[in-house]
């Protein structure tokens, strides 16, 4: 019962021989700073002053954002999670778990551009995390309307009755079978169970016959008949037109009936496709964000909502519990409201030239932060907390006070265990590049119209001499 009564989470202080050596260099730059702006305020340019007080704004300015990001770095911690007490308090063995449920969500728009079979693998992690099956929910936001991912989470959740039982029985990590079975690792560390080699083979062999029938589904998708998609009973697919069909809704796991191979019960699936009317700007993923708020907020209306996007999978199956440390804590969970975990990437060079790891941001800016959390373990997950409405300027409308409301408009992002597919560095840079453009365009600008004035200060000067 002592046990139980302790904090579920600590706070680390950094090591004062890691620390200092960063703090002296920050009290050298500011040093060089100091002087730098000093003879740049002291020295203007007489014969384009226009010109160099927009430079002096602008460096001022990029000093203060650097003084400011430097003064939460002076004093970083980082905070360690005790699971053993937090299933203590909330998930004793023999008694019904207290674990706040949650909602995953996923989203997805062309199945041809994003490949099925990586929706898959983000499906199955979420659905084998290690957390109660009754409090852990899946919704998949098919923004497309299309009949491939339909069916490919079909084949997902029949997939899913071994696979689930299969990571939960030997603490399989991590849990997306793509990730999982392409490791260059000793897969026998830590095993001693010993039906495991048989085991894994025979779903080695029924993972790659589960590629093929997606693979089925792809090349069929490519060539669209002319009177568009048929479903198995016959009916037309609804959402043949993408831009003006109804919503759909269908469940796949979670009702009653659904059980693994081994007569478990799995968690809830769901697959959601909002309603699209010609007319109407509504093809953001804001507006399929809040479409899947208001149906979640109908069926299971979980507390918490973690977020993410199709090409993301869960790498830690207890990042959840890891972050349900800080959520459900007595003291801190009801002030928290934003929780971050530090993003891994599959599938980049060994250096990471194109910094798509953004350590400087995850690894060193949020540690400090008091708002956020940074764990020592590498685990990252997005997460939203209850009653978060996103929304864009076309597609405003949270929900409506009443039932099924689950708080109020907190956005909470947490990161636990999620690797993410590297984005293209070119993408992540394009607004820097329009932002640089648009200041050498003002500078040049600036500059024309500065020249004729100089022009005219000289020929008076040369008069004046004369």
């Known amino acids: 019962l002592a046990e139980a009564r302790q904090p579920l989470w600590r706070k680390l202080p950094v090591p004062s021989s890691q620390i200092n050596p960063y703090r002296i260099v920050i009290v050298l730059r500011l040093v060089v700073l100091c002087f730098f702006l000093r003879f740049r305020i002291m020295t203007p340019a007489n014969d384009a002053i226009p010109l160099w007080l927009v430079s002096v704004i602008c460096e001022l300015w990029f000093a203060l954002s650097w003084i400011l990001d430097q003064l939460p770095k002076w004093s970083p911690v980082t905070r360690e999670t005790y699971l053993d007490r937090l299933a203590l308090r909330y998930d004793r063995e023999g008694e019904p778990s207290r674990l706040s449920p949650i909602d995953f969500f996923v989203s997805t728009v062309d199945p041809l551009k994003e490949p099925p079979i990586i929706t898959a693998n983000t499906v199955l992690s979420i659905l084998a995390v290690d957390y109660p099956v009754d409090r852990n929910s899946c919704y998949v936001s098919d923004d497309g309307a299309s009949m491939l991912c ?8 029949e997939f899913a009755r071994r696979w689930v039982p299969f990571c939960k029985k030997f ?26 080699v048989k085991e894994r083979r025979a779903m080695k062999r029924e993972y790659e016959e589960f590629k093929v029938r997606i693979n089925g589904l792809v090349a069929k998708a490519e060539k669209k008949p002319e009177e568009g998609w048929v479903m198995q009973d016959g009916t037309p697919w609804p959402g043949n ?44 993923k804001a507006g399929a964000m809040n479409a899947l708020v208001r149906v979640s907020a109908v069926l299971t209306n979980a507390p918490f909502i973690l977020n993410l996007d199709c090409d993301h999978y869960v790498n830690n199956s207890k990042a959840v519990r890891e972050a349900m440390c800080f959520l459900m804590d007595p003291q801190l969970g009801k002030k928290l409201c934003y929780v971050q975990f530090p993003q891994r990437f599959d599938g980049i060079d060994l250096h990471d030239r194109y910094a798509n790891r953004n350590v400087v941001f995850f690894d060193v800016s949020l540690h400090p932060l008091t708002p956020s959390v940074s764990f020592r373990s590498e685990s990252e997950l997005m997460m939203l907390l209850c009653g978060v409405v996103i929304a864009d300027q076309h597609e405003g409308a949270g929900r409506h006070s009443g039932p099924g409301v689950r708080g109020h408009g907190v956005r909470v992002q947490q990161a636990g265990a999620v690797r993410v597919r590297p984005a293209a560095a070119g993408e992540e840079a394009q607004d820097d590049v329009r932002l640089l453009a648009l200041v050498v365009l003002l500078l040049l600008l600036l500059r024309r119209r500065e020249a004729p004035q100089v022009e005219q200060g000289q020929e008076g000067r040369r008069r004046r001499r004369r």
Request: without cysteine; proline residues 8%; negative net charge.
């Open 150 to 157: 339909f069916d490919t989470l079909s084949e997902t959740a």
């Open 241 to 284: 037109n993408t831009r003006d069909h109804p919503g759909m809704i269908q469940v796949y796991l979670g009702s009653q009936g659904a059980l693994d191979v081994e007569g478990h019960e799995l968690p809830r699936l769901v697959y959601v496709s909002r309603e699209k009317r010609p007319g109407h700007n509504h093809h953001k």
């Open 171 to 196: 603490a399989i990590e991590p849990r997306a079978p793509e990730f999982y079975f392409s490791q260059k690792i000793d897969y026998l560390k830590d095993k001693v169970q010993p039906t495991f």
